[in-house]
């Protein structure tokens, strides 16, 4: 029997309503003639709820105790997926994550998946289960302890399950009916995407999409497992939501795919320090070392030995960089005049694989922010992005005007 995965998040499965709504639609891939996988999220609003309830006990707590509490969300509504299915005559059963056992490594709240054994599941399906209902986000480590994946970690988990089963495809079933050109909350005008490649879905899913963890991307690209985003709330046809897929499987293609922005972003510039071989890794070794997660950096051209540089980082890690340059001047490693971190910008982003084929699609994204009066303070490139900071109050102006720019509400 060809083999599908179908995830269900947190708002699909908030209520016991909402889970049959759910359990119905695996019943018709069941007919269908599938076995399925079914992967499932906490109940919405439940896995913050556990979070709540460690940071209050704990707040230095041990990693190891928070994966056990946090992990428990999906078990119940695992259970429950299972209970259901049998209640409307599809064999099902439920399976925790140390049971199937979903290896992950020790990186407790952050963990890594290493293995998915699947003869256990298969032998099921060998004797007429028809739904294996699986707990999402959670695993075991080498030593035995319970892991979690780090929040959205589900989506990963149906990614890494569609991989290791060699699944047909993954369809994560979630509250928007798919991927659009941009946040259709700040935006009237955002378009759903059809269909979306690896690369497009896995920067604008780093850069702020928050549809798809991602983690998820970037397994289903190295695994090249077909992914369908699409909403629990909507009957739908096998064409409907957003396909992510191979580039070669996308005919028509804008230059720009989509923009993406990220409210959580500062800005630190270190005033004149000097310019000497070595200044880079003398100001960025520590911060790695603090686990600052450095994003954009500019360094000015220097005037009589001395330089600033500037760099971005997301907001609740201004303490920690702050600190970690300050120890370096203390040690002596770096000098500077001054460490001004700005905490009222943001980052929006284009992003879109045809910019590899495109000539000018940057500075057109910059007359259209110059049009607008948003003065840029930072901007990086890669193959198929181009991203900038700006005054955060500009943000959905920034968005509505590349928005329109790029004419994404018209398909290419
Ligand atoms: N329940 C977990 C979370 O809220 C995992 C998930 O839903 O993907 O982060
Ligand atoms: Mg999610």
Redesign the pocket.
């Known amino acids: 029997m060809p083999i599908l995965v179908m995830k269900f998040?947190?708002t699909s499965v908030a209520t016991l309503d909402r889970i049959r709504r759910a359990a119905k639609r695996v019943g018709r891939e069941v007919a269908n003639g599938y076995d399925v996988i079914v992967i499932v999220?906490?109940m919405a609003g439940?896995?913050?709820k556990l979070v709540g309830y460690v940071d209050e006990t704990s707040p230095l707590y041990d990693a190891r105790e928070y994966d056990a509490v946090v992990s428990s969300?999906?078990n119940v509504t695992a259970g429950l997926m299972a209970l259901t299915l049998q209640e409307m005559d599809v064999p099902a059963r439920s399976w925790q994550g140390w049971q199937v056992p979903l290896k992950t490594n020790a990186a407790h709240a952050a963990a890594r998946i290493m293995e998915i054994p699947t003869d256990n599941i298969m032998a099921k399906f060998g004797e007429g289960m028809k739904v294996a209902v699986v707990a999402?986000?959670q695993g075991v480590s080498p030593e035995g302890r319970i892991t979690t994946l780090g929040?959205?970690?589900?989506?990963t988990t149906a990614v890494a399950f569609a991989a290791a089963f060699g699944a047909e495809r993954c369809d994560i079933y979630t509250d928007v009916d798919g991927v659009y050109t941009t946040d259709p909350r700040i935006c009237e005008k955002a378009r759903k995407l059809e269909k979306i490649a690896f690369e497009e879905m896995l920067e604008l899913a780093s850069l702020g999409a928050k549809v798809l963890?991602t983690r998820s991307v970037e397994l289903a690209m190295r695994f090249k497992v077909r992914l369908r985003v699409l909403s629990s709330f909507e009957d739908n046809d096998e064409h409907a939501g957003t396909l992510v897929c191979d580039e070669e499987d996308i005919v028509e293609q804008n230059a720009v795919a989509g923009v993406a922005y990220s409210r959580d972003e500062a800005k630190m510039t270190l005033v004149s320090v000097a310019d000497k071989p070595g200044i880079a890794a003398a100001i960025f070794g520590p911060l790695a070392d603090a686990g600052v997660n450095v994003d954009m950096i500019v360094q000015n051209i220097s005037e009589e030995g001395r330089t600033d540089m500037t760099f971005s980082c997301p907001t609740n890690q201004v303490a920690r960089a702050r600190q970690a340059m300050e120890g370096a001047k203390d040690r002596g490693e770096i000098e500077y005049n001054d460490l001004i971190a700005d905490t009222d910008v943001c980052k929006v982003s284009i992003v879109g694989i045809g910019m590899r084929s495109h000539a000018g699609v940057a500075a057109k994204m910059f007359a259209a922010l110059r049009d607008e009066g948003i003065n840029i303070r930072v901007i990086t490139t890669s193959e198929i992005k181009v991203s900038v900071l700006i005054d955060r109050k500009y943000m959905e102006l920034a968005v509505q005007a590349l928005h329109d720019t790029f004419e994404l509400e018209k398909t290419a």
Do not use: K
């Not at 929040?151 to 989506?155: F, H, K, L, Q, Y």
């Open positions: 998040g947190g999220s906490a439940e896995t913050n969300g999906e999402g986000f929040r959205g970690g589900s989506d963890q």
